[in-house]
Protein backbone atom coordinates (compact mmCIF):
# COMPACT_ATOMS: atom_id res chain seq x y z
CA UNK A 1 0.00 0.00 0.00
CA UNK A 2 1.46 3.68 -1.17
CA UNK A 3 -0.25 7.04 0.25
CA UNK A 4 0.80 9.78 -1.61
CA UNK A 5 0.07 13.42 -1.14
CA UNK A 6 0.96 16.36 -3.20
CA UNK A 7 1.90 19.72 -2.22
CA UNK A 8 3.33 22.92 -4.08
CA UNK A 9 0.61 24.52 -6.09
CA UNK A 10 -0.78 27.74 -6.61
CA UNK A 11 -0.92 30.96 -8.51
CA UNK A 12 1.96 31.90 -10.92
CA UNK A 13 2.40 34.42 -13.39
CA UNK A 14 3.11 33.23 -17.16
CA UNK A 15 6.70 32.56 -17.24
CA UNK A 16 7.21 31.60 -13.93
CA UNK A 17 8.15 28.12 -11.70
CA UNK A 18 6.96 26.54 -9.01
CA UNK A 19 8.43 23.16 -7.72
CA UNK A 20 5.57 20.28 -6.77
CA UNK A 21 6.37 17.79 -4.32
CA UNK A 22 4.55 14.26 -3.94
CA UNK A 23 5.59 12.66 -0.26
CA UNK A 24 5.17 8.74 -0.17
CA UNK A 25 4.16 6.46 2.42
CA UNK A 26 4.68 3.02 2.84
CA UNK A 27 8.24 0.86 2.77
CA UNK A 28 8.22 -0.33 -0.94
CA UNK A 29 8.23 3.35 -2.52
CA UNK A 30 11.49 3.06 -4.04
CA UNK A 31 10.29 0.04 -5.82
CA UNK A 32 7.53 1.99 -7.61
CA UNK A 33 8.00 3.87 -10.77
CA UNK A 34 6.61 7.48 -10.58
CA UNK A 35 4.46 9.56 -12.77
CA UNK A 36 2.62 13.08 -12.99
CA UNK A 37 -0.73 13.42 -14.37
CA UNK A 38 -2.44 16.21 -14.91
CA UNK A 39 -6.73 17.48 -15.08
CA UNK A 40 -7.67 20.75 -16.68
CA UNK A 41 -11.28 21.57 -16.37
CA UNK A 42 -13.32 20.49 -19.08
CA UNK A 43 -10.75 17.82 -20.10
CA UNK A 44 -9.18 14.29 -19.61
CA UNK A 45 -6.33 13.48 -17.11
CA UNK A 46 -3.51 13.16 -19.14
CA UNK A 47 -0.15 12.37 -18.83
CA UNK A 48 2.84 14.71 -17.63
CA UNK A 49 5.65 12.43 -16.65
CA UNK A 50 7.30 9.46 -15.03
CA UNK A 51 10.20 8.53 -13.57
CA UNK A 52 11.78 4.54 -13.25
CA UNK A 53 12.07 3.33 -9.46
CA UNK A 54 15.52 3.16 -10.65
CA UNK A 55 15.89 7.13 -11.85
CA UNK A 56 17.57 5.54 -14.83
CA UNK A 57 14.69 6.82 -17.15
CA UNK A 58 12.54 10.09 -17.74
CA UNK A 59 10.01 9.99 -20.22
CA UNK A 60 7.92 13.37 -20.49
CA UNK A 61 4.65 14.88 -22.62
CA UNK A 62 5.88 16.76 -25.73
CA UNK A 63 4.52 19.77 -24.45
CA UNK A 64 6.59 20.62 -21.41
CA UNK A 65 9.85 18.70 -22.65
CA UNK A 66 12.47 21.41 -21.66
CA UNK A 67 10.56 23.13 -19.13
CA UNK A 68 9.46 20.26 -16.77
CA UNK A 69 11.67 18.29 -14.85
CA UNK A 70 10.99 14.86 -12.84
CA UNK A 71 13.01 14.00 -9.93
CA UNK A 72 12.81 11.53 -7.02
CA UNK A 73 14.61 11.50 -3.75
CA UNK A 74 14.05 7.75 -2.93
CA UNK A 75 15.85 8.09 0.90
CA UNK A 76 12.78 11.31 1.32
CA UNK A 77 10.03 9.06 0.22
CA UNK A 78 9.00 11.78 -2.43
CA UNK A 79 9.06 12.99 -6.08
CA UNK A 80 9.38 16.47 -6.85
CA UNK A 81 8.26 18.17 -10.49
CA UNK A 82 9.86 21.45 -11.42
CA UNK A 83 7.84 23.63 -13.74
CA UNK A 84 9.62 26.47 -15.37
CA UNK A 85 8.52 28.55 -17.89
CA UNK A 86 4.79 27.96 -17.15
CA UNK A 87 1.80 28.83 -19.45
CA UNK A 88 -1.28 29.63 -18.92
CA UNK A 89 -2.44 25.77 -20.69
CA UNK A 90 -0.17 24.46 -17.94
CA UNK A 91 -3.64 25.19 -15.75
CA UNK A 92 -4.97 21.80 -14.53
CA UNK A 93 -4.80 19.96 -11.30
CA UNK A 94 -1.66 18.11 -10.97
CA UNK A 95 -1.28 14.34 -9.74
CA UNK A 96 1.52 12.02 -8.94
CA UNK A 97 0.75 8.41 -8.76
CA UNK A 98 2.81 5.22 -8.67
CA UNK A 99 2.90 2.06 -10.54
CA UNK A 100 4.64 -1.15 -10.54
CA UNK A 101 4.89 -1.13 -15.10
CA UNK A 102 6.71 2.18 -16.46
CA UNK A 103 4.51 3.53 -19.07
CA UNK A 104 2.35 6.87 -19.32
CA UNK A 105 -0.65 5.31 -19.70
CA UNK A 106 -3.09 6.17 -16.28
CA UNK A 107 -4.40 2.55 -15.93
CA UNK A 108 -1.30 1.21 -15.23
CA UNK A 109 -1.17 3.67 -12.11
CA UNK A 110 -2.19 1.73 -8.34
CA UNK A 111 -2.00 5.10 -6.55
CA UNK A 112 -2.99 8.20 -6.71
CA UNK A 113 -2.61 10.99 -4.76
CA UNK A 114 -5.43 14.01 -3.95
CA UNK A 115 -4.07 16.23 -6.71
CA UNK A 116 -2.68 20.25 -6.28
CA UNK A 117 -4.35 23.06 -8.21
CA UNK A 118 -1.90 25.16 -10.36
CA UNK A 119 -2.93 28.29 -12.09
CA UNK A 120 -0.82 29.88 -14.67
CA UNK A 121 -2.63 33.53 -15.57
CA UNK A 122 -1.15 35.55 -18.28
Known amino acids: QVQLVESGGGLVQAGGSLRLSCAAS????????MGWFRQAPGKEREFVAVISWSTISTTYTGSVKGRFTISRDNAKNTIYLQMNSLRPEDTAVYYC???????????????WGQGTQVTVSS
Open 97 to 111: AASRTYGRNSGLYDY
Open 26 to 33: GRTFSSYN
